[in-house]
């Protein structure tokens, strides 16, 4: 296929083209100068730039090795994973239930309460922090520091957009294959696993890309929610760089590991990512 043509046979433009690169260069070059930066000395990145590394050196792989022994990062990883994963799953399930009974049930006070739910996303999640941490502290459930209390923190906050986008994606589907469905005498729940939850996909999968980049990044809350001792890769980022900045050169090798699980993901789901923003932008 020629390289200056679309799929459906329009050319290319050259303007484009061109905006295309110098866009993933841009977006590329931070990632670059943190990899290049991650393998030189605390001496050799503070008095010179990451591109004079070529003919100024500095080199070293000593960052990598004790950024492990140092801040536990490996501990760190996994328990990244385990807060990530399920505070994912979670609420993307709920979601999809509701999202369904929002589309494709009637039921007194439902648009009422799906502009409830709407309204929630506008809430800064900071201002909930104080009664949660009471809710969830030794004074309430009892349950801050666990894995537990981050998996709910995540699925609450999480779930307004997930219901929102699965809602307005579910909306775009034909109503007319549940409404057979139903007179075959299909249940609600046999309509939704077996037919729109598969045709939700690729939605499903978009929100659960950037539910897991949200979660993996989070910083704030599992801080506050989780001990020391099972907190997550993010927060031992932060605590590697000191109060008079010992320990810089330890970070960009810290958080360039903290990258490879979400660009594995997002490379993986990226098809799913772009089928789900894009479906329903185009009507035929």
């Not at 990632?31 to 990451?50: E, H, I, Y």
């Not at 239930?97 to 409830?116: C, E, P, Q, R, S």
């Not at 699925?155 to 549940?178: E, H, K």
Request: charged share 10%.
């Amino acid at each position: 296929m020629n390289a200056g043509r679309l799929k459906d046979g329009r050319q290319r433009s050259v303007v484009s083209m061109v905006t295309m690169f110098l866009l993933a260069l841009l977006w590329t070059l931070p990632t670059l100068g943190l990899l290049v930066t991650s393998f030189r000395t605390r001496d050799a990145a503070a008095t010179s730039g990451w591109w004079e590394a070529l003919w100024k050196g500095g080199w070293t792989a000593d960052n990598y090795a004790r950024v492990f022994e140092q801040a536990d990062l490996g501990n760190a990883f996994l328990n990244g994973v385990a807060v990530a994963v399920p505070a994912t799953i979670i609420p993307i399930m709920f979601a999809a239930f509701a999202a369904y009974a929002f589309t494709f049930m009637d039921f007194k006070g439902k648009d009422v309460l799906f502009i409830i739910i709407v309204a929630v996303m506008v809430v800064p999640i900071q201002v909930a922090f104080q009664p949660l941490l009471d809710l969830l502290g030794p004074r309430g459930l009892g349950i801050s520091g666990q894995y537990l209390a981050v998996w709910l923190l995540h699925t609450g906050f999480g779930m307004p957009l997930a219901i929102y986008v699965l809602r307005n994606y579910m909306a775009s589907l034909p109503y007319s294959v549940v409404e057979s469905a139903r007179i075959d005498g299909c249940s609600n729940f046999q309509i939704f696993w077996k037919l729109i939850a598969p045709m939700a996909m690729p939605a499903m999968a978009a929100f659960a890309t950037l539910q897991f980049l949200w979660v993996w990044n989070d910083l704030l809350i599992a801080k506050l929610f989780l001990s020391n001792d099972n907190t997550t890769v993010i927060v031992k980022l932060q605590q590697l760089l000191g109060t008079q900045g010992q320990g810089a050169e330890l970070l960009t090798a810290g958080a360039f590991i903290s990258m490879v699980l979400p660009m594995i993901v997002f490379f993986t789901l990226q098809n799913f990512l772009v089928r789900g923003m894009t479906s329903g932008a185009v009507k035929g």
